[in-house]
């Protein structure tokens, strides 16, 4: 055969490999992939933190640390992102290394902090560590710190952990929060009429906090989630991956469109078409860059309303901690003391933002930068709209005790949200996250009880409590859902199936700590007016009172509001039995 | 037997085969019984690869990574010949200059600015892929025409060829079966870019992106799965390379010391 022949029958050959394999393959004959139908999620409810002291106490300031190494004590190293909600942390350590004065040195720890952004280096560390540990119990400890809504999925280590022969353990106590700094930025329509962003596309890092508050928000507003980055779903939220959060806001501002299969009622059409990124679920500073760079967006909702949703959690081995508990109880009293010198005295903030600098060791960002973007600031964007920049929370020792539950009537807020994300994570992601360590093999409350007994009836400075006034309405609705809060016909008492519902709306509405919170009760036309009024009035007060009564301190006087429609807004039919059924509901509005 | 370790020799054909199914064996046999404490155990690993298989598209993933590869190592071999064949011409050498050098620009940032020249995610990828393999082809490339010797053009000269006809038979159509072997060697380095562009531009999927997600939840087991399935194709693609230039460049072993 001649070059030419061979030319000629080698492309006739290529192109119909090449068709055929493409045929094949996209008919699903051979190994079909399992399509990802979109998901309602039940609303994600978190803990809303108030309780502990009343009493007003100042706390005096102590000496800030100084600047000269300690190097004794027990070694142990923290790794941590750049987040300001370790400025108590910072305080206590003095430096990137415990240096003399602080509080770490105090509590025999030589603490060497260490910046980790990549949280698979972070997972990688840990079992290091473990092995390590196993053949020299000298090495030093690691602590990690992580999203406290991030740990379920985080908590896939174990499985190496396990191999390593030991496993993955928390310590039981935080040094703070997010508090606006992580949000979900849209059209400003989304804000008013939640269901336009049905058919949109949000950009963020997957699975991981940033989409958590975008897919609870889905929730609460009853709005289906797309899980497949691959899809897209015009009646579904959607979301487009991006490999982290500065990128996820790079997608919003060039605004490239990627090319999906739509799906219809989890069906693949098989119809290409192109998306491109509506909204941004992203942290500081990849909301600057979005206000500064192109604007557009405002925020929808952030860790400011889901007050407790990203508390931040130290990880460490259980081979270490069970071997280091007079550590433990070290960290834990010099970031109890630093956090109260942290909330209360400006200089000791500054002095930690001055520590947080010289440990996260961007040239161009000073105490300064993280300071202003601890407090949280509001700005102008591009195009004249003001948009809420940054924002954490340092802790002390009473906000703990409201974080893990240990106040009078107080309810373990990062159980409620430990489990309200993991639940999501699983149900979202089957097949990457099959499922997840119960939070009970990892937390162990011991060592924060026996701090709690140690300053019993000393006078401790207070948690932050978010205080609601009675009268005051909501003004901004961040969501409005409809439960299935099953009543027993003509009374207000609940059937026993609608106990689940209600765990499940507990532990959302705790997660949005900081959001009032609006019970509407309906009931469907069937009897007298008067009668229904009344009685959607006191379903609306029993679901209240089963809020209230279930925790004080996450349900203080004043964030539950009630309000009876009677039979005055139907959403279906009465006519028939199925829309009476609909019209019997309660509807949660959470807002400020 | 004994040619095995004789240098130069050619043992027989079965003999060679045999020696690498043993090796093969031996290396299965020690992954099965002397487990690494973390490393995922044989056994874990072809569950794993069954379930990529049948839940998780795997083959589809596959093919898709693979097309992309294709369309641009196609588009990059085009480019990367027009460079590198445009050296004869003095004014265009320091473009093939430059072009080699561009091999040690990192990727991070410059996808950036692809994604502002282009107009979607699909051709940022490409544009990604096909410029890592452009950069590497032409340094390639470029080396082979430096193989020219004078003997060869001589020989075409005292022919009666015109300067560009000289030139269009020795090295242009004189290299092409070693052209061939610079595409092979560099047909890797899309496989390497390609988990980053699939993580960049998720929507499309890939087998990159699956590697990603695998490693993102630490299954370990579906990780080493799908790096065995890119090395197997890898090694496929490798075959089919030689293949085609058997059957095109049938003389081009002639040189190759036996």
């Known amino acids: ?592 | 037997m004994k040619t095995l370790f004789t240098p130069n020799a050619n043992p027989q054909r079965l003999v060679f085969m045999s020696m690498v199914a043993a090796q093969a064996f031996v290396l299965l046999l020690l992954w099965m019984f002397y487990p690494l404490q973390l490393f995922p155990s044989l056994g874990d690993v072809f569950r794993s690869l069954g379930s990529l298989i049948a839940d998780q598209g795997l083959i589809q993933e596959l093919w898709a990574s693979m097309t992309t590869a294709l369309q641009s190592i196609a588009i990059a071999t085009v480019l990367a010949l027009l460079i590198s064949y445009l050296t004869a011409l003095p004014f265009f050498r320091p473009i093939a200059y430059a072009a080699t050098k561009m091999r040690y620009l990192t990727l991070t940032g410059l996808t950036f600015f692809m994604a502002l020249m282009v107009s979607s995610g699909h051709e940022v990828k490409l544009s990604v892929l096909i410029f890592g393999a452009t950069v590497y082809l032409v340094t390639g490339m470029t080396s082979v025409i430096l193989t020219t010797t004078q003997e060869e053009m001589d020989h075409a000269r005292t022919l009666g060829m015109s300067e560009w006809r000289a030139f269009y038979e020795v090295v242009v159509l004189g290299k092409l079966d070693e052209m061939l072997e610079v595409v092979r060697q560099n047909f890797a380095i899309i496989w390497t870019m390609i988990t980053l562009v699939e993580t960049l531009y998720q929507s499309e999927g890939g087998i990159g992106l699956l590697l990603y997600k695998q490693n993102r939840y630490l299954h370990l087991d579906g990780v080493v799965a799908i790096q065995l399935v890119i090395l197997a194709t890898g090694a496929l693609q490798d075959y089919v390379f030689v293949l085609l230039r058997r059957v095109f460049f049938p003389y081009s072993w002639l040189g190759a010391a036996k």
């Open chain 1, 1 to 592: 055969m001649t070059t030419r022949g061979k030319i000629v029958l080698g492309a006739l050959l290529a192109v119909l490999l090449y068709f055929g394999i493409n045929k094949l393959v996209s008919s699903g004959a051979v190994f079909k992939k399992a399509e990802a139908q979109s998901v309602l999620l039940n609303s994600i409810e978190l803990p809303t933190a108030t309780g502990g002291s009343r009493a007003n106490i100042a706390v005096p300031l102590a000496p800030l640390p100084g600047a000269t190494p300690a190097e004794k004590g027990a070694p142990v190293v923290w790794e941590v992102m750049a987040w300001n909600s370790q400025m108590a942390g910072m305080l206590a350590n003095g430096g990137p290394r415990t240096t003399q004065g602080s509080s770490m040195a105090a509590n025999g720890l030589d603490m060497q902090i260490v910046r980790q952004d990549d949280v698979s280096k972070m997972q990688a560390d840990l079992v290091k560590n473990a092995l390590d540990l196993q053949n020299n119990p000298e090495t030093p400890g690691l602590i990690v710190s992580i999203m406290g809504d991030g740990l379920p999925a985080f908590s896939a280590v174990q499985m190496q952990l396990q191999k390593a022969g030991t496993s993955l353990q928390i310590l039981p106590y935080s040094c703070g929060k997010s508090f606006g700094e992580d949000k979900l930025m849209g059209p400003k329509e989304w804000l008013d009429n939640p269901k336009s962003a049905l058919g949109k596309t949000i950009a963020c890092y997957l699975r991981d906090g940033d989409q958590n508050i975008a897919l609870k928000w889905c929730a609460d507003n009853g709005l289906k989630v797309n899980p497949d980055e691959t899809t897209y779903d015009p009646e579904a939220v959607n979301f487009m991956a991006a490999s982290d959060f500065l990128v996820a806001a790079e997608k919003y501002i060039v605004g490239k469109p990627e090319s999906r299969t739509k799906v219809v009622n989890g069906k693949n059409t098989g119809v290409k078409t192109d998306v491109v990124a509506d909204g941004v679920a992203t942290w500081t500073p990849g909301d600057v860059n979005i206000a500064k760079q192109k604007g557009g967006l405002v925020n929808i909702v952030s860790t400011k309303d889901y007050s407790n949703q990203m508390p931040n959690i130290m990880v460490t081995t259980k081979r270490w901690y069970d071997a280091h508990q007079k550590e433990v109880t070290g960290i834990m009293t010099a970031m109890a003391v630093a956090g109260d010198q942290v909330k209360t005295h400006p200089e000791a903030l500054q002095r930690a933002a001055d520590i947080s600098a010289a440990v996260y060791g961007d040239q161009d960002k000073p105490g300064a930068y993280w300071l202003k973007y601890y407090k949280g600031v509001s700005e102008t964007d591009r195009n004249g709209e003001v948009v809420e920049l940054g924002g954490s929370k340092a802790f002390n020792f009473a906000d703990n005790l409201t974080l893990f539950g240990l106040d009078n009537g107080g309810t373990n807020i990062y159980a409620s949200v430990y489990k309200t994300f993991g639940d999501v994570q699983k149900r979202l992601y089957p097949k990457e996250l099959p499922s997840y360590v119960p939070l009970d093999e990892m937390l162990d409350l011991d060592l924060l009880r026996k701090l709690q007994t140690q300053y019993k009836g000393k006078a401790i400075a207070p948690a932050e409590t978010q205080k609601f006034a009675a009268d005051d309405e909501i003004r901004q609705s961040v969501s409005k859902r409809a439960w299935n809060i099953e009543f027993e016909t003509g009374k207000s008492a609940f059937t026993p199936e609608t106990q689940r519902q209600l765990n499940q709306l507990f532990d959302d509405l705790v997660v949005a700590g900081r959001l009032k919170v609006a019970v509407h009760g309906h009931t469907d036309n069937v009897g007298d007016p008067q009668r229904n009024q009344q009685l959607s009035e006191d379903r609306a007060l029993a679901v209240e009172h089963w809020l209230e009564q279930k925790s004080s301190s996450a349900f203080p006087d004043g964030r539950v509001q009630v309000y009876a429609h009677g039979a005055t807004e139907p959403v279906a039919s009465n006519a028939s039995p199925k829309g009476r059924a609909q019209n019997r509901r309660v509807e949660i509005v959470l807002g400020n």
